[in-house]
């Protein structure tokens, strides 16, 4: 039996030098959208500066390091609130895979992805990088759900730091 758990520590290993609440904040495997919009009177948007159906080529492999072929999805967007700092946000998903709901993502405009599509019930985080590029974080992640993957890419300010988060907020729920 391999210990997952291993991995994950050896890969947050990354983001050595970060101050514990903005590592914490990093780390967080709750729902960014519903963390973002915790406090009362959050402002929190969605400004989408590019969605468009396209074929997945080394500009966007620099945001998303994945080997995937194919015309998929993209979508480029900044999350902002009245509390935090804006992050920015990557995401792509092949065509061949976008059936059910997921045919929302098309349609998303100024929606969180999070809220709509990647609920617990459905995909689940299979696979989570991080890097650290001079003051910015990426938490590079893949949501899978049966055949079909969503590659998402967040990146933080190195500064950011959650309110009310701790060890046990920020590892989410335990697998049995």
């Not at 966007?60 to 994945?66: E, F, G, H, S, V």
């Not at 895979?97 to 929606?111: A, N, Q, T, Y």
Request: with cysteine.
């Amino acid at each position: 039996m391999s210990n997952h758990y291993l991995a994950k520590w050896k890969n947050e290993k990354k983001l050595s030098g970060l101050s514990v609440k903005t590592k914490l904040s990093i780390i967080d495997q709750n729902s960014l959208t519903n963390r973002l919009m915790s406090k009362s009177n959050h402002g929190f948007s969605v400004n989408v500066l590019r969605q468009e159906c396209t074929y997945f080529n080394k500009s966007i492999r620099n945001n998303l390091p994945y080997n995937i072929k194919g015309i998929g999805i993209y979508r480029k967007v900044i999350l902002s609130t009245n509390y935090y700092p804006e992050i920015q946000a990557y995401t792509f998903m092949l065509i061949k895979h976008i059936s059910g709901k997921e045919r929302f993502l098309k349609i998303l405009g100024e929606r969180s992805l999070g809220t709509y599509i990647l609920n617990t019930k459905r995909f689940k985080k299979k696979d989570t990088m991080y890097r650290k590029v001079h003051n910015m974080i990426h938490r590079i992640s893949k949501y899978s759900y049966h055949n079909k993957n969503i590659y998402l890419n967040e990146i933080f300010p190195d500064t950011i730091e959650f309110e009310k988060i701790s060890y046990l907020n920020a590892r989410g729920k335990f697998v049995k």
